[in-house]
């Protein structure tokens, strides 16, 4: 997730959510974080449509799920707490698709084959979660009786007629 995604979540700048992650680097190693390069930024603002005129002057930090995790500690509020909460549920949502998801793991692996060397930790932490599924839990079911015709597809015959 990107910083300026995190802040809006979190309910602070951008620029306050950076300054409290150089304020404790040592707790934000590259497999937890690290900042986009020109070129991806680039191709980031041409996906997302971001004005040329407006945006950020530096460039965007990237976190993984352990980064995410590590930003509650330094974000110490209780909204960061609770959107912390939600985004580690969200990550492990994301874990059980990807585990059920062949084609999505083999489509992750070919990417990752055509990917830079900065991007490694991220496919490492998702191989990492395929690895682990968890439970499925059985979804619930309710079926129809579909022995006797309903009144709306007798009518349907009757005005065929």
Same mark, same amino acid.
């Given at each position: 997730?990107?910083?300026?995604?995190?802040?809006?979540?979190?309910?602070?700048?951008?620029?306050?959510?950076?300054?409290?992650?150089?304020?404790?680097?040592?707790?934000?190693?590259?497999?937890?974080?690290?900042?986009?390069?020109?070129?991806?930024?680039?191709?980031?603002?041409?996906?997302?449509?971001?004005?040329?005129?407006?945006?950020?002057?530096?460039?965007?930090?990237?976190?993984?799920?352990?980064?995410?995790?590590?930003?509650?500690?330094?974000?110490?509020?209780?909204?960061?707490?609770?959107?912390?909460?939600?985004?580690?549920?969200? =990550?492990?949502?994301? #874990?059980?698709? &990807?585990?059920?998801?062949?084609? /999505?793991?083999?489509? @992750?692996?070919?990417?990752? +084959?055509?990917?830079?060397?900065?991007?490694?930790?991220? =496919?490492?932490?998702? #191989?990492?979660? &395929?690895?682990?599924?968890?439970? /499925?839990?059985?979804? @619930?079911?309710?079926?129809? +009786?579909?022995?006797?015709?309903?009144?709306?597809?007798?009518?349907?015959?009757?005005?065929?007629?």
């Amino acid at each position: 997730m990107l910083d300026f995604d995190l802040a809006e979540l979190y309910g602070v700048e951008t620029k306050q959510l950076k300054r409290q992650v150089r304020r404790n680097v040592s707790r934000f190693p590259e497999d937890f974080m690290f900042q986009l390069t020109p070129e991806e930024y680039q191709i980031l603002r041409s996906q997302i449509g971001t004005s040329s005129w407006g945006g950020s002057r530096y460039l965007p930090f990237a976190f993984t799920e352990q980064g995410v995790a590590m930003l509650s500690s330094v974000l110490r509020s209780s909204r960061a707490v609770r959107v912390n909460v939600a985004i580690m549920r969200t =990550f492990l949502r994301l #874990r059980e698709v &990807l585990s059920s998801h062949e084609e /999505l793991r083999r489509k @992750i692996d070919a990417v990752e +084959k055509r990917s830079e060397a900065r991007f490694q930790a991220v =496919f490492e932490t998702i #191989r990492q979660m &395929l690895e682990t599924p968890a439970p /499925l839990k059985k979804a @619930i079911e309710f079926h129809a +009786k579909t022995d006797a015709p309903t009144k709306l597809a007798k009518s349907h015959k009757s005005q065929r007629k």
